[in-house]
């Protein structure tokens, strides 16, 4: 069983940045690829970041891309999301998970289906 519990949301302008954290617990942290989501009031949940277990592939959603970047430190446990130039319809709750599968380092996947844990969430949201 893994635990994930996010930091790092807050209140902010548009066109400011924040870091979101997801500590995992666990000694199979670094076996699992790790994802964000985020799901906005009246909307399903949506994907926004991935990385591999190595941290060597990640891939960035269309809306987020050029903006935000995922990163994890294995030595850590700890997957962060960088979020630069905000905008206000990136307000939402966002949610780090992990998937078990393992698989080839280079391994990620975009679809909410694949993952097994998740974090509380954590609440961003941008004023315009």
């Known amino acids: 069983q893994v635990q994930l519990v996010e930091s790092g949301g807050g209140l902010v302008q548009a066109g400011g940045s924040l870091r979101l954290s997801c500590a995992a617990s666990?000694?199979?942290?670094?076996?699992?690829?790790m994802g964000w989501f985020r799901q906005a009031p009246g909307k399903e949940r949506e994907f926004v970041a991935a990385?591999?277990?190595?941290?060597?592939?990640?891939y960035i959603a269309d809306s987020a891309k050029g903006r935000f970047t995922i990163s994890r430190d294995n030595a850590k446990n700890t997957v962060y999301l960088q979020m630069n130039s905000l905008k206000p319809e990136d307000t939402a709750v966002y949610y780090c998970?992990?998937?078990?599968?393992?698989?080839?380092?280079?391994?990620?996947?975009?679809?909410?289906?694949?993952?097994?844990?998740w974090g509380q969430g954590t609440q961003v949201t941008v004023s315009s």
């Open positions: 990385i591999s277990w190595s941290g060597g592939t990640y």
């Open positions: 998970a992990a998937d078990r599968r393992g698989g080839p380092s280079s391994y990620y996947s975009t679809h909410l289906q694949d993952y097994d844990y």
């Open positions: 666990g000694r199979t942290f670094s076996s699992y690829c």
